[in-house]
């Protein structure tokens, strides 16, 4: 039972447009969504995170938008850049008040290779 | 430097044969977690630990042991290691979920294979 599910494998875009990569959600106690990239070779690193409380963070090229009445989130890369390229996955986490101990779980996608042309 | 190391980087191991991954921190963080990444199937977690002496299973926890006597420690243990243990394995430590900084620092990996 796939909870978090990032449906494209693979995005390809061109050096300054926009990069939009998507992750749906299918439990309802997650109120915590955080997206991580990876280079090969390397362990995930931390990218932008948002509460369920809000509906977009941003921190400067990146932005997450969050619909929680469609479970889905969306990570806008503006501009992309070729550096960018690497696979993307986001990540879920119950509601700190959900009790007992399953908030300490954090659930991934299956992860987005973007590829950015120069 | 803040880092997570995890040791050894590669393991080429036999069936059966037990196993220990090491995985240290040096943030002074109470959360730690163990993952696995296989292709198609993204990160999934293991076994995760809140604090020393604390430790929960995680989605794919069956064949894998962790403990947690000190903070900055959580190795994972492999019994019985078997082939479909084969896996790149990541470890990641961060503060408590819920704190304002719930983001997870990740170790570079170590690939396993069992044959």
């Known amino acids: 039972d796939q909870q978090v599910k990032q449906n494209s494998p693979s995005l390809s875009v061109q050096e300054g447009r926009i990069s939009i990569l998507n992750c749906d959600y299918t439990?309802?106690?997650?109120?915590?969504f955080l997206w991580y990239k990876k280079y090969p070779a390397e362990g995930p690193t931390f990218l932008i995170s948002?509460?369920?409380?809000?509906d977009k963070n941003e921190d400067g090229r990146f932005t997450v938008f969050l619909n929680k009445s469609a479970k889905h989130l969306s990570l806008h890369i503006v501009p992309s850049q070729p550096g960018d390229s690497a696979v993307y996955f986001c990540?879920?986490?119950?509601?700190?008040?959900?009790?007992?101990?399953?908030?300490?779980?954090?659930?991934f996608g299956q992860g987005t290779i973007l590829t950015v042309h120069p | 430097e803040a880092q997570v190391t995890q040791n050894p980087r590669y393991l080429i191991t036999v069936t059966g044969k037990k196993l220990t991954v090491t995985c240290s921190q040096n943030m002074n963080h109470e959360y730690m977690s163990w993952y696995r990444q296989d292709p198609g199937l993204g990160l999934r977690q293991i076994y995760y630990?809140?604090?020393?002496?604390?430790?929960d299973k995680g989605d794919v926890p069956e064949g894998y042991k962790v403990s947690r006597k000190e903070k900055r420690n959580f190795p994972l243990i492999l019994e019985s290691p078997s082939p479909n243990q084969t896996s790149l394995y990541f470890c990641?430590?961060?503060?408590?979920?819920?704190?304002?900084?719930?983001?997870?620092?990740f170790g570079p990996g170590t690939r396993l294979t069992v044959t």
């Open positions: 439990n309802s106690m997650f109120d915590y």
């Open positions: 948002i509460s369920s409380i809000k």
């Open positions: 990540a879920a986490s119950p509601s700190f008040n959900a009790g007992g101990t399953s908030y300490g779980k954090l659930t």
């Open positions: 990641a430590s961060s503060l408590l979920p819920g704190t304002k900084s719930y983001e997870q620092y």
């Open positions: 630990s809140m604090n020393v002496e604390v430790t």
